[in-house]
């Protein structure tokens, strides 16, 4: 069992929104989707000791370890 706390926190904004450009192509018929462009990471950055980072998906991640 892994007893250490965690020091970091995420959350997807919600109604979903695409950060940057959409991965999906809904031009073209059927869709082109590009799953692999969900997990890029497309801005991250630091507010003092706090570290952060916003996917493509709409996930914003929040580490407080320093």
């Known amino acids: 069992m892994d007893n ?3 020091q970091s926190a995420a959350f997807y904004h919600d109604p ?5 450009e959409s991965p999906i192509d809904d031009v073209t018929q059927p869709w082109q989707v590009d799953f692999e462009a969900f997990k890029e990471v497309v801005y991250e ?3 003092g ?6 996917l493509r998906e709409g996930m914003f991640k929040f580490d407080f370890t320093e």
């Open 4 to 6: 250490r706390s965690s």
């Open 16 to 20: 979903p929104l695409w950060v940057g």
């Open 45 to 47: 950055g630091k507010v």
């Open 49 to 54: 000791p706090m570290r952060f980072k916003a």
